[in-house]
């Protein structure tokens, strides 16, 4: 009952209402105030790697790698394209580069940039045909598509079929791989922001939320979400390209359902819509996952288990919930 | 001759699979992404009952079911109430939950040959020369009577109707004094329940194991997209499609080609056809 | 309030969860062994608990000798689920990384699973100069890619058989059932995988060579669900043979029952495991009756009167463990890789891996699957002579016993038959 007399109250912080605006630049104060949340994390990120022993320095690339996929997946869905396929991206880039090494012999300074844009050309190609679905029904496609590319593998025995290509050539030094992924991965995170942010970003923004107004003002919408196609898939390319010659292997399981779900649960923690909900995501669920290895085999189970719970818990996400924190502070207010 | 009746089969099969999820999503508008692990997981108890306690086949069954549609009922209340409106949430924590089903099933031991059910009737008969068991026919005597029942039922009873009020406008049915968390509990049991029916019917045909939670899950979104998501005859159009699809797939190009059809079909149907072959009442503003 | 608890005691949970695993501290340090395979599946499982069978087994005569200190075995597990087809390969090699990394074990046994992960698995093994007795996988991909770099994958050992021998144990049988029982066609099923298509194609051709009439030769992808396509066509066009090769439990399992269910007139050889299996009376009926299955090696599920080895491997088994291994195939391969490592070691005097390594080329071991020597490839020699010189594996058939239980008994080859093939009355002409 005693609740029913109480309600919450949000206020901005001081600090907040002042550098919202250009006189940010007044005080060193206030500069820190903005900086600190985007460089503490650039900074932890880049320094990371020199303090962490091999394996962990692995497990920080697998982070990124689906950090890129999480942000590719919140770069479709801001603009209204709700997928469920990024192992779609990832397994077209990891098949290029893996089979431009493979069979022609080419370094990786040529395959993982063809292997980017030919990844997200590709993607883009495959996925014009279904781009008017909206919702549940393009979210099927896109879950059904990287199954179907996985089976034809397997069926046709095509690129190596089911034990896919092997040996193929790795990076000369472990922590160029380390830093190609955080690198990739902190550019894709900011030049999304920055995009989403543009003109460019707006009317993509503006399909989401509607689109037949946005055509009604004479741009032609397909044409937007095959860019929009086309950048996602890139980026989901790049990622999976960086893993084959990580691993200097790429099998049918690069389309497996894994990096598929796993992007859209580190989204669906960290939070959608800002790049930075979907990044942090992902660098908490795939350490997580990773740490509970030492249970053996209950840990897929505690980890949905963890995921489910903070889900529940936060469904806004993480970031967001943290976000407010930082500018905004609550009392508990008696209603009249 | 018998490329028809074991069509047929499987369609029924691929129906039953995904008379549930259709079910649910068609009135709550919730994917529920659990469905395949309730599936095997009503299997596994019906083999724990029978095998750990004693009972018999159908008791085991019926308990099964009951069990089932319990989880059905509990996931509401404890995972979705909150997370009503935000599909990326409802999907993820349906799925994160059947995963964690699954994965528990595998860590207790439940895998591997020994689980299996037993078939109602052993043996089988010869029509016009093809062989079938009489499992098959059980199989396709329960895919027809679900189907109708549910019919009968979402038309004819006072709970079903509810279900088509919430199904047609949440909001309507609200102010007319259908209780909409309600009747979406009742509407994931129902989902829940008929997963364990399929499973109990179709189990038996082979071994059990956790994999074919996902086996499930893939092809009742198949046949239901195919279908056409919120339409009874939809679902069946799908499922007859795909069936009888993967059996001429076998048959006339190879048997490997079998598990790509259902796949094939959604990307060519969505893409053709985006309401799917039958969807109706939502048809273009949603979809497209 | 209520979310701060709630998150309280995850967190509670969690580091306990995280903390009980530590094992306790050893006097003697003991030597490690990593078993990083894909433990959710019967072969991981059964394969796992044979090592640990024998890892008991030395222990209990005081571990290993090491130069001049004897040192007791410690088993260490990784659970790869590389056995489930929905895995990625890289999440599979994590969980191998990091149990290279973190539990620095001395050598590996059992190994990957499926072929994908074992050929994946291969760099990252020989990266680390880890020796490994490899046991489950059966791929002729390891030779391939052995025979391009020998030197680099030097450490890697398969001590099971491969596709090729298995082949050669079914078409001599197949041999027999053409001369001395008249059968003359054949249909083949496989599941389309790459070992499953090399041994069931070896088998194809040598069918194609001895006349018999070959109806068909049809893969099946390995989540198929419904063989009505092939047992129709093996009815109506009057096979007498299906041969079929097939592991991943849950597709035969469906073949067995719907083979059973059909009537399909024709003797059933090949390997499928839920046929092959000791519970497969009560798994498939008594439909089993008479269906041929290999078992590799020796050992694996069926104790054999004239090798008492396996009687012995497998009554321990069964004493520790409550029952039989439920695969028929290469849990005694992973009890005997335990014991050649041990050799070796003892024989090399070290843990160094590349003098460990040496000493596990010149390994001769005679156990339960036969005698154990590598060649070249570093892969067990297998053949069909004799088990006193190569390992062997053995083909039986469930027969029904003079009370009328259904039974396993070794046909083939003549120096293990307990009985002869009996062809079911519905065949006789």
């Known amino acids: 009952m005693a609740e029913r007399d109480f309600r919450k109250k949000r206020l901005d912080r001081g600090i907040k209402a002042r550098s919202d605006t250009i006189f940010a630049v007044a005080s060193t104060k206030e500069i820190l105030y903005l900086l600190a949340p985007r460089f503490v994390p650039v900074a932890i990120l880049l320094l990371l790697p020199l303090f962490l022993e091999s394996y962990w320095n692995k497990v920080l690339v697998y982070a990124c790698i689906y950090g890129l996929l999480a942000l590719s997946w919140d770069f479709l869905a801001s603009c209204g394209l709700f997928s469920l396929g990024q192992s779609l991206f990832f397994g077209l880039g990891a098949y290029i580069a893996g089979a431009l090494n493979y069979y022609f012999h080419l370094p990786t300074v040529v395959t993982i940039p063809v292997a980017t844009l030919a990844g997200g050309v590709l993607c883009a190609a495959l996925l014009s045909p279904v781009m008017r679905l909206r919702g549940v029904y393009f979210a099927m496609v896109t879950l059904m598509l990287p199954l179907l590319l996985m089976k034809v593998v397997e069926t046709t025995g095509v690129f190596g079929g089911t034990h896919g290509l092997s040996s193929l050539a790795g990076f000369p030094h472990e922590m160029l791989a380390i830093y190609l992924a955080i690198i990739g991965f902190l550019v894709c995170l900011f030049l999304f922001r920055r995009i989403m942010n543009a003109d460019y970003g707006l009317i993509l923004r503006a399909i989401r939320d509607d689109d037949r107004s946005v055509m009604s003002g004479g741009i032609n919408i397909y044409w ?57 995501g992902s660098m908490i669920l795939v350490p997580l996952s990773e740490a509970l290895r030492a249970l053996g085999g209950l840990r897929i189970a505690i980890y949905c288990g963890i995921l489910i719970v903070s889900i529940i818990l936060l469904p806004e996400g993480f970031f967001h919930y943290l976000a407010r924190k930082y500018h905004q502070f609550e009392r508990i207010e008696k209603i009249k | 001759m018998s490329l028809l009746i074991y069509g047929l089969i499987n369609s029924v099969i691929l129906a039953l699979y995904t008379v549930g999820f259709s079910l649910t999503y068609g009135i709550s508008g919730i994917a529920n992404f659990a469905h395949g692990a309730l599936y095997i997981l009503s299997g596994f108890a019906a083999w724990t009952f029978m095998n750990a306690a004693g009972l018999p086949f159908w008791l085991s069954g019926i308990l099964a079911v009951l069990i089932s549609a319990i989880i059905g009922f509990v996931f509401y209340w404890v995972l979705l109430l909150r997370l009503r409106g935000i599909p990326l949430a409802e999907l993820i924590v349906t799925f ?20 299996s059910l037993p078939v109602l009737v052993r043996g089988g008969v010869e029509i016009f020369g093809v062989g079938i068991d009489y499992q098959r026919f059980i199989v396709l005597a329960c895919g027809v009577f679900l189907v109708v029942g549910l019919w009968l039922f979402v038309h004819h009873t006072r709970i079903g109707l509810a279900f088509r009020a919430m199904a047609q406008n949440e909001r309507t049915a609200l102010s007319i004094g259908i209780e909409s968390d309600w009747i979406g509990s009742l509407s994931l049991a129902f989902g829940a329940a008929l997963a364990a029916v399929a499973a109990m019917v179709v189990l038996p045909l082979g071994v059990m194991e956790s994999t074919i939670g996902y086996e499930v899950l893939i092809y009742a979104l198949a046949v ?54 039958f969807g109706k009442f939502k048809e273009l503003e949603e979809r497209v | 309030m209520k979310k701060g608890t709630i998150l309280f005691s995850i967190a509670v949970l969690i580091t306990t969860l995280l903390i009980i695993p530590a094992g306790p501290a050893g006097a003697a340090k003991p030597i490690v062994i990593g078993v990083p395979t894909s433990l959710y599946t019967p072969f991981g499982r059964d394969g796992l608990k044979a090592v640990k069978l024998a890892v008991e087994e030395l222990n209990a005569k005081g571990g290993v000798k090491v130069g001049s200190e004897k040192r007791p075995l410690k088993v260490v597990v990784a659970d790869t689920r590389g056995g489930e087809p929905s895995t990625p390969v890289h999440d599979a090699l994590m969980a191998y990384e990091r149990l290279i990394t973190k539990e620095k074990p001395d050598a590996i046994v059992i190994g990957a699973f499926r072929s994908e992960v074992l050929i994946a698995s291969m760099d990252l093994v020989s990266k680390y100069k880890v020796p490994q007795l490899g046991t489950i996988a059966q791929s002729p991909g390891f030779q391939k890619k052995f025979m391009k770099d020998p030197k680099k994958y030097k450490y890697l050992f398969r001590v099971t058989t491969d596709a090729l021998v298995d082949a ?23 599941q389309d995988t790459l070992w499953a298509k090399a041994f069931s194609g070896l088998m194809s051709k040598h069918c194609k060579k001895t006349g018999w009439k070959q109806i068909g030769f049809d893969g099946y992808a390995a989540g198929a669900t419904d063989f ?50 000791p ?151």
């Open chain 3, 279 to 429: 519970m497969a009376v009560k798994t498939v009926g008594p439909g089993v009756e008479y269906a041929m299955s290999i078992e590799f090696p020796v050992g694996a599920s069926l104790p054999l009167k004239k090798l008492p080895k396996t009687v012995d491997f497998l009554s321990k088994f069964k004493k520790k463990y409550g029952s039989l291994p439920e695969a028929a195939a290469v849990n005694s391969s992973a009890y005997d890789a335990v014991f050649i490592l041990a050799e070796a070691i003892e024989r090399a005097g070290t843990l160094d891996p590349d003098k460990l390594v040496a000493a596990l080329e010149k390994t001769d071991y005679k156990g339960v699957s036969g005698r154990i020597r590598f060649n070249k490839q570093h892969i067990a020699v297998f053949g069909t002579k004799d088990p006193n010189e190569t390992g062997v594996c053995v083909i039986f058939q469930w027969q029904k016993d003079a009370s009328g239980k259904l039974r396993r008994v070794p046909v083939y080859p003549d120096f293990l038959a307990e009985g002869k093939i009996q062809l079911p009355p519905w065949m006789k002409k």
């Open chain 3, 168 to 190: 050669t144990y079914l078409n001599n049988t197949l041999d027999i059932l053409k001369n001395k029982y008249g059968l003359k066609t054949a249909y083949f099923i496989y």
């Open chain 1, 224 to 280: 937007r979400k095959s860019q929009a196609l086309f950048i996602a898939g890139a980026a989901g390319s790049f990622a999976g390209a960086l893993m084959t010659h990580h691993y200097q292997f790429v099998g049918m399981s690069t389309f497996a359902l894994d990096y598929s779900i796993l992007p859209v649960a580190a989204v669906a923690l960290g939070g959608p819509g800002t790049f930075a909900g979907a990044a942090l």
């Open chain 3, 228 to 277: 009505s396509p092939a047992l129709t066509k093996a009815k109506d066009e009057k096979a007498d043979l299906i041969g079929m090769v097939w592991d991943v439990p849950l597709g035969a399992g469906v073949f067995a029952k719907q083979y059973a269910a059909m009537k399909v007139p024709a003797l059933l050889i090949g390997f499928i495991p839920p046929m092959a299996s």
């Open chain 2, 224 to 277: 239901a997209i195919v279908g056409g998501l919120e339409s009874t005859l939809g679902m069946i159009a799908g499922s007859f499609l795909i069936g009888y699809g993967q059996i001429a797939a076998a048959r006339y190009i190879g048997a490997k080609w079998m598990i790509i059809v259902p796949l094939a079909a959604i990307v060519f149907v969505l893409a053709v056809r985006p309401s799917g072959l």
């Open chain 2, 96 to 115: 994160a939950a059947g995963v964690a089903i699954l994965e528990l099933l595998t860590w207790k031991g439940f895998y591997g040959i020994r689980y």
